[in-house]
């Protein structure tokens, strides 16, 4: 198993600023992943963030906007840049501790509000 | 990755079994099927995933259809704590649909 600490859980931000998420990991871990939850909808997958190289970003995002950085196994950040309120969301860490096929471990979530 | 389709939503009654359908018929032959939930705005839980046997944890069984295009989660014992929005997936990046809103009644 894995225990994911994220920070922060929850922020208010001001239109225009930009706000980095951290997630921790308890454990080395294989593939770590960044998920976004807009109000009322389900979870869509950002990037899946590489250790020591460039995030791959699914259809939809970009590097510009959502920054990611992983350097080493157990820690990524994720960064939401020049926020509008469209980018209120809940952000969700998450990781695959070993093969491709294992199943996905859950941070708690960042709730972020932009003003 | 396999496209999944399950109905938006579902009751139960309390202390009866819950049925949750998936369809997941494009699936590929090494796609595995996944089940998480998630209660309110918290992080999804993983409940259960399996490839082409039929699983049982201490959460939930799963059975896999013979051709794998289908699936079903069953919870035995239905809880009011068992009310969330659950989500199948079939694939090895987990891209999640909308899932089924299972309600549990008294």
């Known amino acids: 198993s894995a225990v994911i600490s994220q920070k922060p859980s929850r922020d208010i931000c001001q239109r225009g600023t930009s706000l980095t998420i951290q997630c921790q990991v308890d454990?080395?871990?294989?593939?770590m992943f960044w998920y976004r939850q807009q109000p009322g909808q389900s979870l869509t997958l950002i990037a899946t963030?590489?250790?020591?190289?460039?995030?791959?970003?699914e259809s939809g995002f970009v590097i510009d906007k959502f920054p990611i950085s992983r350097p080493n196994l157990t820690f990524s950040t994720l960064t939401v840049s020049n926020m509008s309120p469209e980018d209120s969301s809940i952000y969700l860490c998450?990781?695959?501790?070993?093969?491709?096929?294992?199943?996905?471990?859950f941070g708690s979530g960042t709730q972020l509000s932009v003003l | 990755d396999a496209k999944t389709t399950q109905p938006p939503s579902m009751d139960c009654a309390e202390g009866r079994a819950a049925n949750l359908p998936c369809n997941h018929s494009?699936?590929?032959?090494?796609?595995?099927v996944y089940w998480y939930r998630q209660i309110h705005s918290q992080g999804p839980q993983y409940i259960i995933h399996?490839?082409?046997n039929n699983e049982t944890n201490e959460m939930a069984s799963l059975i896999i259809t013979e051709d794998r295009k289908s699936s079903t989660l069953i919870l035995p014992h239905a809880t009011l704590r068992d009310t969330a929005v659950y989500y199948c997936?079939?694939?090895?990046?987990?891209?999640f649909g909308q899932g089924t809103r299972l309600t549990i009644n008294p």
């Open positions: 399996g490839l082409k």
């Open positions: 454990s080395q871990v294989t593939m």
């Open positions: 998450s990781v695959r501790p070993g093969t491709a096929n294992e199943k996905l471990f």
């Open positions: 494009t699936i590929s032959g090494n796609e595995y």
């Open positions: 997936i079939a694939a090895q990046k987990l891209v």
């Open positions: 963030a590489n250790q020591g190289s460039e995030a791959t970003y």
